[in-house]
T-cell receptor, first 115, second 109 residues
Framework: DTAVSQTPKYLVTQMGNDKSIKCEQN?????MYWYKQDSKKFLKIMFS???????INETVPNRFSPKSPDKAHLNLHINSLELGDSAVYFC??????????????FGEGSWLTVV | DAKTTQPNSMESNEEEPVHLPCNHS???????IHWYRQLPSQGPEYVIH???SNVNNRMASLAIAEDRKSSTLILHRATLRDAAVYYC??????????FGTGTRLKVLA
């Protein structure tokens, strides 16, 4: 069983569309994250949820809206997609946040291409 | 945000040891040092972490300087499958795992 799974793995869409990426973790973790990795391979945190509560919201455009229906799921919805949104989006989870010693587990990534 | 400094790239011959350095001069006394690696077209994966003492696991060893301002990830015998970007991070008591630019390790056959 995949610990952190995200769908879809690949997504090609046109500018202006709205799309969602889903993420599920079966590790029983309390905290989930979304990271964005751009073409320069820089991995940047976007959001973090702890027990369905938003605890980190970096300077991300309002077009990005995370939703956590329960602590095992964290979905990312993107409105009005722009060319600059093309990137790899990684979902991740950890036990009770980034406290000392906790390990973060990543999904395999969702490759988003906006044309 | 927690800052680490790593060389952009390193090369190693297959079957030889590799020492990947990291500077983290702003680390506090309670922050753990974590190492992750990202293989091509995959998400980052955990390698090792430690607080003060050197640590060993099946993947690697972690040597932490006495003042904790730097650490070194040691791969004892590099294989082609170890070619990846290696990230050194610490959490600075927040909910964030902040990744730097990492070190791209190239392993030569």
């Amino acid at each position: 069983d995949t610990a952190v799974s995200q769908t879809p793995k690949y997504l090609v869409t046109q500018m202006g569309n709205d799309k969602s990426i889903k993420c599920e973790q079966n590790l029983g973790h309390d905290t989930m994250y979304w990271y964005k990795q751009d073409s320069k391979k820089f991995l940047k945190i976007m959001f973090s949820y702890n027990n369905k509560e938003l605890i980190i919201n970096e300077t991300v455009p309002n077009r990005f809206s995370p939703k956590s229906p329960d602590k095992a799921h964290l979905n990312l919805h993107i409105n009005s997609l722009e060319l600059g949104d093309s990137a790899v989006y990684f979902c991740a989870s950890s036990q009770v946040g980034a406290f000392p010693g906790n390990t973060i587990y990543f999904g395999e990534g969702s490759w988003l291409t906006v044309v | 945000d927690a800052k680490t400094t790593q060389p952009n790239s390193m090369e190693s011959n297959e079957e030889e040891p590799v020492h990947l350095p990291c500077n983290h001069s702003t680390i506090s006394g309670t922050d753990y040092i974590h190492w992750y690696r990202q293989l091509p077209s995959q998400g980052p994966e955990y390698v090792i972490h430690g607080l003060t003492s050197n640590v060993n696991n099946r993947m690697a060893s972690l040597a932490i300087a006495e003042d904790r301002k730097s650490s070194t990830l040691i791969l004892h015998r590099a294989t082609l499958r170890d070619a990846a970007v290696y990230y050194c991070i610490f959490t600075s008591g927040t909910y964030k795992y902040i990744f730097g630019t990492g070190t791209r390790l190239k392993v030569l056959a």
